[in-house]
């Protein structure tokens, strides 16, 4: 019985999140290396001035505008 407390309560079941699976083609370390290469890509973020000539579609990811 307390196994149905965690989804009677509204709160979904703790578990590992390696064993889970979102997707047929989740992986956990597969997902864990993506966000870390994202992350090491915008460790170092340049601010630059706005300019009303500037696309703003095609902003790289290490700059942010100010």
Do not use: H
Not at 22 to 46: C, F, G, H, L, Q
């Amino acid at each position: 019985m307390e196994a149905d407390q965690g989804v009677r309560s509204g709160q979904a079941p703790q578990s590992d999140p390696k064993e889970q699976s979102v997707s047929n083609n989740w992986k956990y370390d597969r997902a864990k290396e993506a966000m870390d290469k994202r992350i090491e890509e915008v460790e170092t973020v340049e601010i630059v001035d706005y300019k009303g000539d500037m696309s703003l579609e095609s902003i790289p990811t290490t700059k942010a505008l100010g």
